[in-house]
Structures are given as structure tokens and as C-alpha cells.
């Protein structure tokens, strides 16, 4: 068998950043290649990252009540996080893709509020947060990217607590997750869905078999084709205008 | 696809050697002794949390026969005693019931499949029991296009059977016949009559089954060409709704009921070149499509529609139009095929009853599909089904530069060129019409392991 012809998945590692730059995928590029630090400051930076990994598939990056200490911006896979109910019936919080970051609700209590799982091979970049915090208060930008992502953190989970439908949720959940992915360089249509359909439906609080029977019905209406776990977005301006109403643009 | 592809004796005489009839790929001897019952449940779990989680084809085996037909190399068992029978229901019913709780309710049954051996070894009433039990642990579809079909021994069927399966839910059948003709009914010890067929077939349509399938061979001892082409006849006379011709392989080391068969009586190779041409005639002149491998149906049948629009399927109970079905297998030797596994049951009755008395599920051994398998799997499919591949379509599904990735297969192809089985046109490879009839022969060229086998001889010398 020739592993030659294989093309090879959009992977952010292949563009490791260096002492520098952070990985294009990163939260954190904004925060240096725009605002004109110097070397030293950028090296200052740089020094906080720790790259680790990798978590397989399954294994746990942090669990509720662990002492906080770090931020973590996803490099490659996918990393969700959840709390478990009085129930016992696990909570889903969301789902964290490449570039993004994980732990941001901890900053308040020093401890982490969640668990955070990998769903596949998962690799992190960890940013000591009480050094990152003390060198922000010296770089600007730093700082208003930190409050940025805060603010974004906030906005997201408020997005599906309102009054919609399954389809509206779904849709929007879809949409989200193109507007995501296309924002780090990744196709806006066809998305490899690493969550179960368990997952997806506790994090849009719907029953399993709602969210296929939406995305069944998504399909029929072309508006979607699933194969497994890829899905292929047909029609991008008609789930947007079904997602309009909770994502409000 | 439809039309029947034109027959070539010199070529088929050319080609015509063992190799595998790709129900499955990789097919079943890659099958492996470390995949056990833990991975069966794994990849059931994995196949329910699916966005959209595959609908459900149910398929049981029920291994055995009254009499022993001598052509035959299933997984058998000859007895008369009906008590093994309702022994064998008992921990059926046990298998199904591991079985179903592993399954999202919300995944429907679209087929269920009954196969032997001899199905109706069972009665009716057993048969019932056994479809309460599958429709207790998994939810029916409701769907007017669900399959369920049941093979039949007309030999053993009252018409008041047909009825009471009809009732149960059955809307297929399928019936062996293999020949009328009397001396060869006597050399493969099958005596069977064309009246007791003609009734089973009569009283499947008269109670609502939607379609009726009956099996022919070619290549047994004693067959003639004016023998065939009688029954032949009469089949067609009969306008089943589908029709396999198989082809008789002689290989008493391997299927030991055909030591019965004296080699003397077979047809010589181009005699029995010369019965399919007969069949391929027949069917062609009687409105038949052809379907690949050895199927035929009439065109309004679901099979022939289904080919038209590209959504023809093929798993191990042959060709069907329920595409994305995981499936399950109950019973001795059953194969399960859910998500990217295979997993199948021990071939022999004590493993197998020795497991469900354990309360274990019964797997034997199984495959992990691999990247390479699973692309592979897909091409096979669509060669075997639509009679060619589209490249484009392929690349883009599995993230490859065909060329590249199929470099050497691709070199094994300007033979079959030169002889006219295969083109290549607007970046299809296809089977041509002379090709249609070998389309095993054009989808091993693709098979990773069949030349893996051929590189490595030692590994499959025989024990001398």
C-alpha cells in the first residue's frame, strides 16, 4: 500500500510559529503581529508557552476544582468541556477547536469551574496565567486581547439559553462551527464533526434523537449531506438565514 | 448497466479462476482472531454517536437443512431432528437480546434477513418467535420500502406457511431451485418439482410479497444444454421478480458434501461456458436486467431502479438497496459489518452455543477497517454495483491523488485493456460491456491483500 497520493488534512502545526511569531491558528497572533512589539517583548511572551500534548482521544486536560494556573489555546483537535449535574447528568459548555482557548472561566475562583476532555488527539499550548497577567499590565495589546476573549467567552455560552427551535439551534451550531473553522484557515463548508451526536445534543439541549432527525431533515431539505462523521454544508446562506435568529447576524 | 452484456466465450474461458466475490472487502479470511466481543461492543457504541447514526439491517443464520445437496459449500448442518431446531430458536433469542440494548432505539430495521442452511427448517411458528424477539430488541421500520425476506426450501413449505410469513411481516423471498432437470436433481440428491416450486412462488404472490428471487445453477453434474434450457423456461415462464445464476465450483477438498459428486458427470468448461450463454440468452430475450456478479431483475423491480440512480449496495446477503445500513448478524457463523468493523460468529455450533450459554456475545474474530480498507471498500462497492468508479468523486471523498495512491493497480489495468474489459473515459474507470460478466477480476486488481498473498506465496502454500 502507498501512503503517496494521501493529501494531507489542514493541520495548524504544520505552521509552528517560532520565537517570534505564535502558530497563524493562535488566539494569540493577533495579539503580536499587529501591535508592533519588540524582540525582547515578544521573546518575554514567548517564554510563558509551554506546547504539550499530545491527549488522546477520551483523556481528561483538567477537571472541575483543579487549582488553576494556566490558559490553554487549542493547537490541533477538538477539547470539550462540560460540568456534571446535581443529577449526575453531564452539562455540556462547549466545544473548543484550534486557535482557541480553554480555562478562561477560571480566572475568578483560581479554580477550574469544568472538566476539559479531548475528543481526539488533542494539542495545547499553556500560557502561565499569573505570569501572562503581571505582563500584561506592560503590553496593551496583550491586555485588550485577554479582555477580548473573555468577552467572547461570555457572549457564546448566553447565544443558546434563548427560545428556540431545534432547527434554529442546530443550525446555528453549524453555522458557528463553519464561521470557526473558516476564521483558522479551514473549510467553511465541509467540517469533520469530532463530537457525538450525545454531545451535540446535550450542548444544544436536545434529545439524541432530535438532533438526527434536524439533520436528517436538513439533509432532505439540501441544506446539508452527512456522511458519518463528515458533514458537507450545501447551502450556507439558507442555514445561516435558520441560524440568523439566535446568532443574530 | 441494464441491458444484458453480451456473452464471450474465448474471454470468460480466459478468466475464469477462483477469486473473491467481494460481498466484503477486505473479505472475510483477512478476518482476525484479536478483534473480539470488547471490539464489537466498541464500534457499536461508536456507530450510535453519529450525527446521523446508520439505520439497522438485521441478518440471521439458521444453519440447517433436512438433506444434504451435494453441490453445496454454505455452513450446514444435516438433521431431521426438529427439537435441535427450537434448541438453536432458544439461544437465538438469547444473542439478540446481548444484542439490542447495544443499539440506539431511534436506529430503524429497514431488512432483516433470514438465510441458511434452511430457514424454514424452522416452522412459522418459530420463525414468528424469532421476529418478536428481534422487534422487541430493535424498532421495526415502518417504511413501505423495508426488506424483509426470508430464503426458502420449497421443498419443506406448505402454501399456509407463506401465508403465516406474510403475516409475521416477510415481503421477499428467495427460492432455491438450481435445476428441474431430473437426472441432475438425482446427482445432487435434490429431488424437487417444478409443481411444489411453481406453488410456493404462486402463494408468495397471492399473499403480498413484493418480490420473489429463485436461484439457478449452472456447471452441475449431468447438466445439459437441453435440460437448462428447459428449466430455463420454466422459470422465466414464471416471471420471478429476480433471478441468480451461480456458477457450480468443484472443490470437494474444501466443501466436503461434494465428494459425493462424481467429477466423471460434470460438464467440461466450454459446456459450461456454454449453459450461461444459454441463461444470458434466455434472460436477455425475456426482458431481464442485468444487475452484476450473477443477478438478474426485471426492470421495475427495486434492484434494477436502484442501479439506475446509482444507490445499489452489496453486502453479505448479495445485492440490495439498502445502502447505509450497519449490519447485524445473529447466529453460527453470522457476520456483523458496524461502522469501520467487521465482526463474525464461531463456524462451529458448540463455540457458538458455548458463548450465549456464558452469557458472552458470540464473536469469533473480526477487522478494524483501516483508512486504506475503508477507501479501498468503497471503490470495490461501487465497481461491483454501478459497474465503474468515478475518480474525481473518489479523490475528493477520501482526500487523495488517485494516480498516485493507485499507481501500481493502475498498472495491473492495460491488460484487461487490451482485452476489452476495462476503459478509461472522462476520469471513470469503468467496466465495459464485455466486462460486465468479470467484474470480480477488474475489482481485484484493487485488492490490497489478494496481492499481498501473491507476493508472499509461502504464507499460502499447501501443507503437503
Not at chain 2, 432483516?112 to 434452511?118: A, E, I, R
Request: charged content about 25%; hydrophobic content about 40%.
Amino acid at each position: 500500500m502507498s501512503i503517496a497520493g494521501k493529501r494531507p488534512r489542514p493541520n495548524p502545526i504544520a505552521d509552528d510559529g517560532d520565537e517570534l511569531r505564535f502558530c497563524s491558528t493562535c488566539a494569540f497572533s493577533d495579539a503580536c503581529l499587529s501591535q508592533g512589539y519588540n524582540k525582547s517583548d515578544l521573546r518575554e511572551l514567548h517564554v510563558l508557552v509551554e506546547h504539550v500534548g499530545p491527549f488522546h482521544e477520551g483523556e481528561h486536560i483538567f477537571r472541575e476544582g483543579d487549582e488553576f494556573n494556566a490558559i490553554a489555546a487549542v493547537r490541533a483537535g477538538t477539547v470539550k468541556t462540560y460540568v456534571v449535574d446535581a443529577a449526575g447528568q453531564e452539562q455540556v459548555l462547549g466545544f473548543h477547536l484550534p486557535g482557541e482557548i480553554i480555562g478562561l472561566n477560571a480566572i475568578s475562583e483560581a479554580r477550574y469551574p469544568c472538566n476539559a476532555v479531548a475528543l481526539d488527539t488533542v494539542m495545547l499550548c499553556r500560557f502561565s496565567f499569573p505570569k501572562m497577567a503581571l505582563l500584561a499590565t506592560r503590553m496593551p495589546g496583550l491586555q485588550a486581547q485577554l479582555f477580548k476573549l473573555l468577552s467572547q467567552d461570555i457572549g457564546k455560552a448566553a447565544l443558546l439559553a434563548g427560545d428556540y427551535t431545534a432547527d434554529e439551534r442546530m443550525a446555528a451550531f453549524l453555522v458557528a462551527l463553519s464561521r470557526r473553522f473558516a476564521q483558522r484557515g479551514f473549510s467553511a463548508t465541509r467540517l469533520h464533526l469530532t463530537m457525538t451526536r450525545t454531545d451535540i445534543a446535550n450542548y444544544l439541549r436536545l434529545a439524541p434523537e432530535t438532533v438526527s432527525r434536524v439533520l436528517r431533515r436538513l439533509q432532505e431539505e439540501g441544506l446539508v449531506k452527512v456522511e458519518r462523521r463528515e458533514l458537507e454544508i450545501s447551502d450556507l446562506p439558507r442555514l445561516e438565514a435558520l441560524a440568523r435568529v439566535v446568532l443574530r447576524n | 448497466m441494464a441491458a444484458i452484456p453480451p456473452f464471450d466465450a474465448e474471454l470468460l474461458r480466459r478468466y475464469d479462476r477462483p477469486g473473491p466475490r467481494y460481498t466484503s472487502y477486505p473479505t472475510a479470511p483477512q478476518f482476525r482472531t484479536d478483534f473480539g466481543p470488547e471490539d464489537f461492543i466498541r464500534a457499536a457504541r461508536l456507530s450510535n454517536d453519529d450525527p446521523i447514526p446508520r439505520r439497522l439491517s438485521l441478518y440471521a443464520h439458521i444453519p440447517f437443512c433436512f438433506s444434504p445437496c451435494f453441490y453445496c459449500g454454505c455452513n450446514r448442518i444435516i438433521t431431521r431432528d426438529l427439537s435441535r431446531g427450537e434448541a438453536y430458536l432458544e439461544r437465538l433469542v438469547r444473542e439478540v437480546s446481548m444484542l439490542g440494548p447495544l443499539f440506539d432505539r431511534d436506529r430503524e430495521v429497514m431488512q432483516v434477513h433470514l438465510g441458511g442452511g434452511t430457514p424454514n427448517f424452522l416452522g412459522a411458528n418459530q420463525i414468528g418467535a424469532l421476529m418478536e424477539s428481534l422487534q422487541t430488541h430493535f424498532r421495526f421500520s415502518e417504511s413501505p420500502e423495508r426488506d424483509f425476506s426470508i430464503e426458502l426450501d420449497p421443498r419443506f413449505m406448505r402454501a399456509s406457511d407463506i401465508e403465516a410469513l406474510a403475516f409475521i411481516g416477510f415481503n421477499r423471498a428467495s427460492l432455491g431451485v438450481q435445476d428441474f432437470d431430473p437426472a441432475v436433481q438425482k446427482a445432487v440428491n435434490r429431488i424437487q418439482s417444478v409443481e411444489e416450486t411453481m406453488a410456493v412462488i404462486e402463494a408468495c404472490r397471492r399473499h403480498g410479497f413484493r418480490s420473489v428471487n429463485v436461484d439457478l445453477i449452472y456447471g452441475l453434474p449431468l447438466q445439459t444444454r437441453e435440460g437448462f434450457s428447459r428449466t430455463l423456461d420454466t422459470v422465466i415462464q414464471a416471471r420471478p421478480d429476480r433471478l441468480a445464476i451461480y456458477s457450480y465450483a468443484h472443490l470437494p477438498q474444501l466443501f466436503r458434501p461434494q465428494k459425493q459428486i462424481d467429477p466423471s458427470q460434470l460438464p467440461s468448461p466450454e459446456d459450461k461456458l456454454g449453459l450461461l450463454q444459454l441463461a444470458i440468452e434466455k434472460l436477455s430475450a425475456a426482458g431481464y436486467a442485468y444487475i452484476g456478479m450473477d443477478h438478474f431483475a426485471l426492470p421495475g423491480d427495486d434492484l434494477a431502479l436502484a442501479q439506475a440512480r446509482g444507490g445499489l449496495h452489496r453486502n453479505f446477503m448479495g445485492y440490495t438497496t439498502h445502502a447505509e445500513c450497519d449490519l447485524i448478524g445473529v447466529g453460527v457463523s453470522a457476520i456483523s459489518h458496524v461502522g469501520d468493523c467487521f465482526a463474525q460468529n464461531p463456524r462451529d455450533l458448540p463455540s457458538w452455543e458455548a458463548a450465549i450459554d456464558a452469557g458472552r456475545l458470540p464473536t469469533w474474530r473480526g477487522l478494524q477497517l483501516e483508512e486504506d480498507d475503508v477507501l479501498r471498500a468503497d471503490l470495490i462497492q461501487q465497481l461491483m454495483c454501478q459497474g465503474e468508479v468515478d475518480v474525481r468523486e473518489l479523490e475528493d471523498r477520501h482526500g487523495i491523488d488517485f494516480a498516485t495512491y493507485f499507481a501500481t493497480e493502475l498498472d495491473r489495468l492495460p491488460p484487461l485493456e487490451a482485452d476489452g474489459l476495462v476503459e478509461r473515459v472522462d476520469g471513470r474507470i469503468r467496466a465495459t460491456s464485455r466486462g460486465r460478466l468479470l467484474l470480480r477480476i477488474i475489482a481485484a486488481c484493487f485488492d490490497r491483500y489478494l496481492h499481498q498473498a501473491q507476493a508472499e506465496p509461502a504464507r499460502f502454500s499447501k501443507a503437503i
